[in-house]
C-alpha cells in the first residue's frame, strides 16, 4: 500500500484575484426588457409606500425584491436602491425551495428610506419614458450594446443602462408577508433589523414580549397562542419562523436491554484522546467509568427523576466511542478506546433548548482542549428549507470561529407514526458540523432515516455508517445491561472516534480529516453525487481502508490557509506514461465558513471554488499564450470572457456557496489515457465574499486522488518530480504518526 502524502512550498502561490472592469450594464443579448414592466415596478413600489403609511413603528421600509431566478451577487441591485444597497439586505429565501435552484428564484428583502424608494419609482418612470421614446417600448440585450452618449435627451446613458438591467433581474416588488407558519407548535421567529431594538416594537404594537421567550434582539420563540399575535400586529416585521428547536428530544428507538448486571474487563486509561460528548445523563457505575469524565450540567431543579432513563441515551452512547470495538467486535475500526468527557446538557424526553444551547455553549468554550464533540440529540420536526434553526447556527458559529473543533452530529431518526419521507431535525441542519446518518450493514438506506438537503440545497447529511436495525442491532452498555440498539445516535460515535483518531493520533487538521472522511465514502464506479439520505455514502470500518492508498493510486492534500483571493498551481508533476497521463482523478474540498443566520438563504459568507485537472496552453493573438486548468467537471467560474453561467446552474452543478466539493472522474471500462498537454495537473482555488467583507484567512483542505488505469504504481516517480519542481512533500506515516503521539502523551518521571 501507498502513503498517503502532503503537498506544500513555493509552486502553491497566493495571489489576489484579478479584478477586471465590470463595463458597461448590460443584459443577455437575445432578452429583452419593456417600457410597461418598468412603469409596473414603479407602480408596485409606489403602492408599497402607500401601505407604509401610518407606521410609526420604525423609520425604514422594508421591500422585498422577488428576482426572476436565483441571482448571483452581480445581478442584484445595483443602481435603483443606491451604492449601498447590499447593506441594507435584510433577509434572503426562495420563492419556491422545493426545487432545483436553476428553476426557483430569490426573494431579497431590503430596509430602506422613503427616499430610496420614491428615487428608484422616479428612475423607473424616466427610464420607461426613454425606452418610448427611443426604442419604442422595448430594448433587447443586442440593442442595449448600441446606446451611445448623448442618444438620450432626458436621462444620462449609464443611468438607463443601469436601471434596464436592474429591472431585468426583478420580477416584481411586493410588502413583506410572514409566509407559512405552522400555528401548532411553537416556533423559532425571526424579526428584522430596524434602528429600533425589536423588543420596543413589539411593546409599542401591543404584544406583551414577557410572553415571548427571547434568544438574542432578533429572535423569540412564541407558543402558537402568541405565533396569531404576531402574525395579526406586526406580519411585515416577521422574517422567518422554523420549529421550535428547543424541542429537542431522544431518538425514537427501540432499546432491548438484558437484565442481568453488566460487566466487561477494560484496561486503565493512559494517554488516549479525549472526545467531548453533549448528550443526557451518564450512570458513574458503569465498568467503563474510569475512562469518563462526568458533569452535569442540569439543572437540578428542573430534573424530572433520576430515574434509569434519565441515565440511558447518554451512556448508551458514550459506551460505543469509549469501548465501541469491544461491545461490536465485528465494527472494530481499529482506532482503540478513547477517553470521554461527558456533559449532561439535556433531560430525557422534552427540554428547553435555550437551557440545552447555554449547557452545550458552556462545555465547549470551557473546555478548549477538546477537538471533536459528538451530538446525539435532535428535534423531531423537520427543518425549514429558508432558515437554518438556531441552535445549528450557533454550532457553525463555534465552528468558524476555533480552528480546531468540529461537532459530529446525529441526522436524527423518524418517528415510527411516520411511514412517508422526513428531512432531517435540528442540529442536523448545521452546516460546518459532519452530520452522519445511519445506513444497514451494506449501505443501504435504513427505514428509520431522514433526508436533506439543508436550504433545500446544502449537503446533509454528509456521510453515513452502520447504525443497527431492529432485525440487526447494535450492542451498547446501559447502566447495568448490554442492549441491543439502533439509531443514528448510535451512527455518530463511529464517526466521532474516526475524527478524533486522525486529528489526534496522525496529526490532520479537521479540514483534512473531513476531506478525507468524505473521499473514503466515494466509489470511482458510481457519480460523485451526494444521496439525500446517505451524503457522500458509506465510510469504510477500519481507519486502515480510510488511511491506505491502493498501489495503483496517488493521494495527496494540499492544504492551509486562504489568505488572498486565490491560491493556485500550474506544477503538479503526475509522471507520464507513453506521453500520456493514464489517470482517472478526484479532489474533494473542505472547510468551515462563517455564516449569517439572519440572512436566510444566502447563509455561508465565503464561497471557495474548486477548479482541478490537466494543465493546458492557448493560443491568444498578439498576447501572450493562456495558461490554465482543463477541469475535471467542466467548471469554468472565474475563466476570461463573459461566460453564460446562471447563479442557479452553478449552485446545482458545481456547489456553489456550499462548503463541501467534490469533482471526480467516473470509472466506465472504456477510460483511456489522456495527452499530456503542459505535462502538468493543476490546481485553483477561488475565494469570493458574500458581502465584501474580508472575512480573514480560512483554513482549507483539498485532497486530490489519481488513479493509475493501467495498474501501475508510480508514487516514488511522483514524489521525486514534486521534489525537483520545489514541492516539500511529507508522506503521512500512520505507525510512526501513532507513536508520537504516544511518546508525547507518556508522562516522563524524573528521579529527584
Not at 139 to 154: A, F
Not at 268 to 274: G, Q, W
Not at 598 to 625: A, C, I, Q, S, W
Not at 699 to 712: D, M, R
Amino acid at each position: 500500500m501507498n502513503k498517503l502524502l502532503r503537498l506544500s512550498g513555493t509552486p502553491l502561490l497566493q495571489t489576489p484575484k484579478r479584478v477586471n472592469g465590470m463595463g458597461p450594464a448590460t443584459i443577455p443579448t437575445k432578452e429583452v426588457v419593456s417600457s410597461e414592466h418598468l412603469k409596473n415596478l414603479a407602480a408596485q413600489l409606489k403602492e408599497i409606500l402607500q401601505k407604509w403609511k401610518g407606521c410609526d413603528l420604525f423609520e425604514g421600509k422594508l421591500v422585498d425584491v422577488v428576482h426572476t431566478k436565483v441571482v448571483a451577487k452581480s445581478n442584484r441591485l445595483s443602481y435603483l436602491f443606491g451604492k449601498e444597497a447590499e447593506k441594507q439586505i435584510r433577509g434572503a429565501r426562495y420563492k419556491a425551495p422545493e426545487q432545483l435552484k436553476e428553476k426557483t428564484q430569490h426573494i431579497i428583502t431590503y430596509y430602506l428610506t422613503e427616499k430610496t424608494l420614491n428615487r428608484a419609482a422616479v428612475s423607473l418612470l424616466q427610464t420607461a419614458e426613454a425606452l418610448d421614446e427611443a426604442f419604442e417600448g422595448s430594448i433587447s440585450g443586442e440593442e442595449m450594446n448600441t446606446v451611445l452618449t448623448g442618444s438620450l435627451t432626458k436621462i444620462s446613458v449609464s443611468k438607463f443602462r443601469a436601471v434596464v438591467k436592474d429591472s431585468f433581474y426583478i420580477e416584481s416588488f411586493s410588502f413583506p408577508s410572514p409566509g407559512e407558519i405552522d400555528f401548532k407548535t411553537p416556533q423559532v421567529i425571526n424579526f428584522y433589523r430596524t434602528e429600533q431594538s425589536t423588543a420596543s416594537i413589539l411593546e409599542r404594537s401591543g404584544i406583551d414580549t414577557r410572553r415571548l421567550e427571547k434568544l438574542d434582539d432578533f429572535t423569540y420563540i412564541a407558543a402558537p397562542e402568541e405565533l396569531q399575535t404576531l402574525v395579526e400586529k406586526v406580519p411585515f416585521l416577521i422574517s422567518m419562523s422554523c420549529s421550535d428547536f428547543s424541542r429537542l428530544e431522544l431518538e425514537d428507538v427501540e432499546e432491548d436491554c438484558e437484565a442481568d448486571l453488566f460487566r466487561k474487563p477494560i484496561p486503565e486509561p493512559l494517554f488516549e484522546p479525549e472526545i467531548g460528548v453533549l448528550d443526557t445523563q451518564f450512570d458513574e457505575r458503569v465498568y467503563f467509568s474510569k475512562w469518563v469524565k462526568y458533569k452535569n450540567l442540569i439543572d437540578k431543579n428542573i430534573l424530572p427523576t433520576s430515574s434509569y432513563e434519565e441515565f440511558e441515551h447518554g451512556t448508551q452512547v458514550t459506551s460505543l466511542i469509549v469501548d465501541g470495538p469491544s461491545l461490536n467486535p465485528e465494527l472494530d475500526d481499529g482506532c482503540g478506546r478513547f477517553r470521554v468527557r461527558h456533559f449532561a446538557v439535556a433531560p430525557k424526553g422534552v427540554g428547553s433548548g435555550v437551557t440545552i444551547l447555554r449547557n452545550i455553549l458552556k462545555a465547549v468554550e470551557e473546555n478548549p482542549e477538546i477537538k471533536v464533540w459528538n451530538l446525539s440529540l435532535g428535534s423531531r420536526t423537520q427543518i425549514s428549507q429558508n432558515t437554518i434553526s438556531y441552535i445549528a447556527a450557533e454550532l457553525d458559529r463555534l465552528q468558524a470561529n476555533r480552528k480546531d473543533l468540529v461537532f459530529v452530529v446525529a441526522a436524527t431518526n423518524k418517528p415510527r407514526r411516520i411511514l412517508g419521507d422526513m428531512f432531517i431535525g435540528s442540529p442536523a441542519d448545521s452546516i460546518n458540523s459532519i452530520v452522519v446518518n445511519s445506513c444497514t450493514r451494506t449501505g443501504s438506506v435504513t427505514d428509520y432515516s431522514r433526508h436533506g438537503p439543508v436550504l433545500s440545497f446544502f449537503t446533509k447529511p454528509d456521510i453515513c455508517t452502520f447504525g443497527g436495525e431492529k432485525k440487526d442491532p447494535l450492542k451498547t452498555s446501559g447502566l447495568y445491561s448490554e442492549c441491543n440498539n439502533y439509531g443514528t445516535s448510535f451512527a455518530a460515535p463511529w464517526i466521532a472516534r474516526k475524527m478524533a483518531y486522525l486529528m489526534h493520533m496522525i496529526g490532520l487538521s479537521r479540514e483534512e480529516a473531513k476531506a478525507l472522511l468524505i473521499d473514503s465514502a466515494l466509489r470511482w464506479e458510481r457519480p460523485a453525487v451526494p444521496d439525500s439520505h446517505l451524503g457522500f455514502g458509506r465510510v469504510p470500518v477500519k481507519i486502515d481502508d480510510i488511511l491506505s492508498v491502493k498501489n495503483n493510486e496517488i493521494k495527496f492534500f494540499v492544504s492551509g490557509l486562504l489568505t488572498e483571493n486565490q491560491i493556485q498551481t500550474h506544477t503538479i508533476p503526475v509522471p507520464v506514461i507513453n506521453d500520456k497521463f493514464p489517470y482517472l482523478s478526484r479532489a474533494v474540498l473542505a472547510y468551515f465558513p462563517k455564516c449569517n443566520r439572519m440572512m436566510g438563504v444566502d447563509y455561508t459568507e465565503t464561497e471557495l471554488d474548486l477548479h482541478f485537472g490537466r494543465v493546458v496552453r492557448t493560443k491568444v493573438k498578439n498576447k501572450p499564450d493562456r495558461i490554465s486548468i482543463e477541469t475535471v467537471n467542466d467548471n469554468h467560474q472565474g475563466d476570461p470572457g463573459k461566460l453564460n453561467l446562471g447563479e442557479g446552474k452553478v449552485r446545482d452543478k458545481f456547489r456553489k456557496w456550499d462548503n463541501v466539493k467534490v469533482i471526480s472522474e467516473l470509472l466506465t471500462g472504456g477510460n483511456r489515457s489522456k495527452k499530456t498537454a503542459e505535462g502538468n495537473y493543476g490546481l485553483k482555488i477561488m475565494r469570493i465574499e458574500r458581502r465584501n467583507v474580508d472575512a480573514g484567512a480560512i483554513p482549507f483542505a483539498a485532497l486530490i486522488t489519481l488513479k493509475n488505469l493501467n495498474g501501475a504504481n508510480v508514487i516514488s516517480s511522483f514524489i521525486k518530480n514534486c521534489q525537483v519542481v520545489g514541492w516539500m512533500v511529507q508522506q503521512i506515516d500512520v505507525q510512526a504518526s501513532v507513536r508520537f503521539f504516544e511518546e508525547a502523551e507518556e508522562e516522563v518521571e524524573f528521579d529527584s
